[in-house]
């Protein structure tokens, strides 16, 4: 029932680097996490597979962890933040439903429901530092933009994306010890000021200015 594993993107390879360890941690997990969804929605060819799949996930975040597949690498990697007290099932569900919403990303309502969703990825952190209402906002706007810059493209998902706030993005400042999410927000308010959705992404210029960001916060 487990698809296989998805890679994250180079994005959060990158920001995972900086920060608390413990977030460093947490993050890695998460972002693996919402990969794997990512690939159960994105390669799905039939959209009752992918949500019997995610309910799979959801099933078995709502077990004990001794009862659940010990060879996962995803569920290996949260359990240790479990431990840590993040309850998986509160954290993670909206993520999954996000994700379930996306395999009807045509519709506004689905797309809204999306985003906030998988945007709640970020609202995890609410409790390393940052302020519940900041994250949500990064997670929703990186959800959107993820969805749009590299995998899919609707005219509901492209309406939504045209709706993200850089302004207020920008205005946004993290502790430290988060420093993950704070590169991720960069990086979608820099690319979104740009407006060339339809150049490559990533070049050594970005890369040495959210480097820049991850060493000094700058």
Known sequence: MVPPETPVSPLVTLAVGYGDRQ??????????????????????????????RLQWWHDVLAKPVASRP?????????????????????????????????????????????????????????????DAADLQRIGQAWALWDMVRFHRRTAALDSAFAAVDTRALKRIALPARLRPLSIINRAVWLDIARGR????????????RLVWHGVTGR
């Open 23 to 52: 977030v460093r941690d947490w993050a890695r997990a998460l972002f693996a996490f919402d990969a794997q969804m990512a690939g159960i929605v994105l390669q799905a060819r039939e959209p009752m597979l992918a949500q019997i």
């Open 197 to 208: 959705l339809d150049r490559p992404w990533a070049g050594p210029g970005l890369f040495a």
């Open 70 to 130: 010990s060879a996962n690498p995803v569920l290996a990697a949260l359990a240790p933040i479990e431990a840590d007290g993040l309850a998986l099932t509160d954290a993670l569900g909206p993520v999954i439903r996000g994700w379930e919403a996306a395999l009807e990303c045509e519709e506004s309502e689905a797309v809204a429901d999306f985003a906030t969703g998988r945007g709640q990825l970020f609202a995890a952190f609410a409790g390393q530092g940052g």
